[in-house]
């Protein structure tokens, strides 16, 4: 079982950039996909950005050019680069590996106007 585990968030004016950290445990991020998730308050979870295991990235249309994701396999780490923040992007962001469905516990990401 893969244990992951987010770091990163914080509070950030709008405009601002924060880097997400997702670290896994217990398995070879390498030979699997990942993906970042987010839940506002009140809101479903939405999927954020994607990596496939070979490097192909994927983002929902509200972050692209905004975002990026990346890997580090000797690192076993997963990150979020996100430039340009806005209030809307608050919200707790979560990573999670497709092969095995593993979700981090989640860090916050509170953006002010």
């Known amino acids: 079982q893969v244990q992951l585990v987010e770091s990163g968030g914080g509070l950030v004016q709008a405009g601002g950039s924060l880097r997400l950290s997702c670290a896994a445990s217990?398995?070879?991020?390498?030979?699997?996909?990942m993906g970042w998730y987010r839940q506002a308050p009140g809101q479903q979870r939405e999927w954020v950005a994607g990596i496939s295991s070979g490097g192909v990235r994927n983002y929902a249309d509200s972050v692209q050019g905004r975002f990026t994701i990346s890997r580090d396999n000797a690192k076993n780490t997963m990150y979020l680069q996100m430039n340009s923040l806005r209030p809307e992007d608050t919200a707790v962001y979560y990573c999670?590996?497709?092969?095995?469905?593993?979700w981090g516990q989640g860090t916050q990401v509170t953006v002010s106007s």
């Open positions: 999670k590996e497709y092969l095995g469905g593993s």
């Open positions: 217990g398995s070879r991020l390498s030979i699997t996909g």
